[in-house]
């Protein structure tokens, strides 16, 4: 179940955290990967992993803060990998800070990271899925985005917005055959979270009812599934994958 041979997918935000674990179980399931992020380092020692396993995956040097070239990024893209059936919109960033504090370059820059973005690069690949009559559009929300979190309203405001894009592409696009589904997870112990104390993990963990952070593998299993053949009749749905943090 859940293989996704013959299927190519783009994953942004490929180079590290859960991107690159969804890159690696996308490949793992059958898929073809496109790993998209700005480090091409990241995304060289990613692809060669992924080969290494028995998989197929590229990289493409791609920066959603530039949203006016997603389009030229993507076509240089060699011809045989240019038709996209399966696309992960993950890449995203954080500035936290209390509302009171927060600049508007904050505010800008993670809404346009982080929605704004994910519509570029959604509507760079749309077409090819509108003449295959198939596609899995998948994007990578948050708790925050349904529950809110103080000095995060940049962040929630982003994610939020990312759901009703959701909902609103699997309107449009379901009588073609593509489906628009996000997956909103919670705390994932990820870089960030290691360097979080002790004291405030245990506080974290008390909030979730199942007593403990999230792994990337986790959202990378959620993922797969909503761009399997088995998630066909699944569209604008939101993944909940938070250990009931949120319920």
């Known amino acids: ?13 490929a180079s590290q955290g859960i991107g690159r674990e969804i890159a690696r179980t996308l490949a793992a399931q059958g898929a073809r990967v ?4 700005r480090s091409e380092d990241k995304l060289a020692s990613l692809c060669q992993e992924i080969r290494g396993a028995g998989g197929e995956a590229i990289s493409l040097a791609l920066d959603v803060a530039a949203p006016r070239d997603v389009g030229s990024r993507i ?3 060699p011809d045989d990998w ?3 059936d399966i696309l992960v919109n993950n890449a995203g960033v954080t500035d936290d800070t209390l509302l009171a504090r927060m600049s508007l370059e ?5 809404v346009s990271v982080n929605l704004t973005g994910a519509f570029a690069v959604t509507k760079e690949v749309l077409r090819g899925m509108m003449r295959s009559r198939w596609g899995r559009i998948v994007n990578v929300s948050s708790v925050v985005g349904m529950m809110g979190n103080p000095g995060q309203a940049n962040y929630a405001a982003s994610k939020a917005g990312l759901i009703g894009f959701t909902k609103s592409v699997a309107r449009e696009l379901g009588s073609r ?5 996000a997956v909103a997870p919670g705390f994932i112990e990820t870089a960030m979270t290691e360097e979080l104390p002790d004291k405030s993990k245990e506080a974290l963990e008390k909030e979730i009812a199942l007593r ?5 593998g ?3 299993a959620a993922v797969v599934y909503l761009a399997s053949e088995e998630a066909g009749y699944v569209t604008g749905e939101v993944l909940n994958v938070s250990g009931g943090l949120y319920m």
């Open 75 to 77: 076509a240089s893209l």
């Open 1 to 13: 179940m859940f293989r996704l041979d013959d299927k190519t997918a783009l994953v942004t935000g």
């Open 177 to 181: 055959g593509i489906t628009c589904n």
């Open 82 to 84: 240019r038709g996209i």
């Open 34 to 37: 496109v790993a998209a992020a």
């Open 106 to 110: 904050q505010w800008e820059r993670v």
């Open 212 to 216: 403990r952070l999230g792994t990337t």
């Open 218 to 220: 986790d959202v990378a």
